[in-house]
C-alpha cells in the first residue's frame, strides 16, 4: 500500500481554496439570513401607529408652524444645503401655480401624512403608505428645522428601511384580503440585518462620545436633562431627594449604549440589553415628557432584535419570485 505525501505548497493552496470557500458561504449567511415577516409585522404597526400619533400631535399647531416666517427660514437656509432636500416648500410653490391658497395644501399635506399612518397600522397599500408617510414626514421636518430633534431623525431612518422592505407583512389587510405577495421575500433577513448594523453603529458611538465626558459618570448631564424646559416633568424637589442616584443612572446609560453592539447579538444577553434599552427609552419619555422618541426607538429596537428572539419557533416565508404578485 502505497501512502502519498503531498507538498508543503499544495497543502497551503488547499488551505487557502477552503478558507475562501468559508468566507463565500459566510458572507451571504450574515447578509442574507433566513427570516421570517414577523419583524417586519412589528416595524410596520410600530412606525403606522408613530405616524399617527405625530400626525394628532399637531393636528392644531400644523398650520401655524408651518405657514409663518420660520418655515420660510428653514427653507431657506436648507437651500444652502442642496436644492434637491424635499420640503413642504414644493407643495406650495407647485399649488401657488393653479392659485390654491397655502393653508389647503398644509391641511392636505397633514391629512395625507395622518391617512398613511393609518393605513400602514390597518396594512392597506403597504408599500404606497410608507413611501407617502417617509416623504411627507421627511418635508415636515425638514421645514421644521427649528423645532425638528433626534425623533424625527430616527421616524425617518424606521420610514425609510420600511419602504424597502418586502411588503406587505402576513398579518396585513393586503396580504389577507387583496391576496398580495412580496416580489422579493428572500429580502427580509436582508433589510433586518442592515436594521440592526445601524441601530449598533448609532449606540455605539451615542455611548462612546458619553463617555469621554465627565457629566454623563458624575449625574450632572442626566440633571440638565431633567431640568431643562420643556422636559422638566418631574419636580425639582424630587431630583434633589434622589440626587444620589443620578451617576448610577447616567453610569447605566453609557454601559447600555456602548454595550450594545457587542451584547445585543448573544443569545445568553440579547434579552437582559433589549429590555435594558426598552426601560431606558420608556423612563425617558415618562420622565421627559418625550414619548414620540421612546416609542420610535422602542419599536426599532423590537422590530430589530425582538421577533428571532422570543419566538421559539417560526417558519420562515417560501415564495417563488416569479410566482409573487406585488
Request: hydrophobic share 50%; net charge positive; with cysteine.
Amino acid at each position: 500500500m502505497r501512502v502519498r505525501f503531498q507538498s508543503p505548497e499544495r497543502v497551503r493552496q488547499k488551505e487557502r481554496s477552503l478558507s475562501q470557500m468559508r468566507v463565500t458561504t459566510r458572507v451571504p449567511e450574515l447578509l442574507f439570513p433566513v427570516e421570517t415577516d414577523s419583524w417586519l409585522t412589528v416595524l410596520r404597526l410600530g412606525l403606522g401607529l408613530q405616524v399617527t400619533l405625530y400626525a394628532l400631535s399637531l393636528r392644531t399647531d400644523w398650520a401655524y408652524l408651518f405657514s409663518g416666517t420660520a418655515r420660510k427660514v428653514a427653507e431657506a437656509l436648507l437651500s444652502l444645503q442642496g436644492h434637491f432636500i424635499p420640503s413642504l416648500g414644493w407643495f406650495v410653490a407647485l399649488a401657488a401655480r393653479v392659485d390654491v391658497p397655502e393653508e389647503t395644501v398644509l391641511l392636505l399635506a397633514w391629512l395625507g401624512l395622518f391617512v398613511s399612518g393609518c393605513a400602514l397600522l390597518f396594512g392597506v397599500g403597504c408599500r404606497f403608505s410608507a413611501i407617502a408617510a417617509w416623504f411627507l414626514h421627511l418635508c415636515a421636518a425638514k421645514s421644521g428645522g427649528f423645532l425638528s430633534y433626534g425623533m424625527d431623525n430616527f421616524m425617518t431612518i424606521g420610514l425609510f428601511y420600511l419602504m424597502l422592505s418586502p411588503l406587505p407583512d402576513r398579518l396585513s389587510l393586503d396580504w389577507r384580503l387583496r391576496d398580495l405577495r412580496p416580489k422579493n421575500p428572500e429580502l427580509l433577513g436582508f433589510w433586518r440585518r442592515v436594521l440592526q448594523l445601524h441601530l449598533c453603529i448609532i449606540y455605539f458611538f451615542s455611548g462612546l462620545t458619553k463617555c469621554l465626558g465627565s457629566g454623563w459618570w458624575d449625574g450632572s448631564n442626566v440633571w440638565r436633562a431633567l431640568i431643562r424646559p420643556p422636559f422638566n416633568v418631574i419636580d425639582p424637589e424630587i431630583l434633589v431627594r434622589w440626587k444620589d442616584f443620578l451617576p448610577l443612572a447616567g453610569i447605566l446609560v453609557c454601559l447600555l449604549e456602548s454595550g450594545y453592539p457587542f451584547f445585543i447579538w448573544s443569545s445568553r444577553t440579547r434579552k437582559i440589553w433589549l429590555l435594558g434599552v426598552c426601560a431606558m427609552h420608556l423612563l425617558i419619555g415618562v420622565a421627559m415628557g418625550m414619548y414620540l422618541f421612546s416609542l420610535v426607538m422602542i419599536v426599532l429596537n423590537v422590530a430589530a432584535f425582538g421577533p428571532g428572539f422570543f419566538r421559539r419557533k417560526g417558519q420562515p416565508i417560501i415564495l417563488q419570485p416569479e410566482a409573487a404578485m406585488s
